[in-house]
């Protein structure tokens, strides 16, 4: 089974970074799609940003051109690095991952992790 590492969340400025980190255990990892989904107060859960094993990524309206998500397979993670953070950022991002592909979830889910964006 696989299990999923979340780190790089906490308190921004508006404008301002976050790296997030999903390190995945196991010996699947580069034929699993990997993605990023968010929660906030309210509201449903929502895709932000999803990468493929070869490497295609698919990326929410609201994220694109802010946010870029990557893989490193030596090293068995995935990032998201956030850009000019907005205030409706704010939610509890989630990683995800299985053997699937880009359009499909996976069954694998970290802890997650709490992303604060205020001044």
């Known amino acids: 089974q696989v299990q999923l590492v979340e780190s790089g969340g906490g308190l921004v400025q508006p404008g301002g970074s976050l790296r997030l980190s999903c390190a995945a255990s196991?010996?699947?990892?580069?034929?699993?799609?990997m993605g990023w989904y968010r929660q906030a107060p309210g509201k449903q859960r929502e895709l932000v940003a999803a990468?493929?094993?070869?490497?295609?990524?698919n990326y929410a309206d609201s994220v694109k051109g802010r946010f870029t998500i990557w893989r490193n397979s030596a090293k068995n993670t995935v990032y998201l690095q956030m850009n000019s953070l907005k205030p409706e950022d704010t939610a509890v991002y989630y990683c995800?991952?299985?053997?699937?592909?880009?359009?499909?979830?996976?069954?694998?889910w970290g802890q997650g992790t709490q992303v604060t964006v205020s001044s």
């Open positions: 995800n991952a299985g053997p699937g592909t880009l359009g499909t979830l996976g069954p694998y």
């Open positions: 990468v493929a094993s070869g490497g295609s990524t």
């Open positions: 196991g010996s699947i990892f580069a034929i699993m799609t």
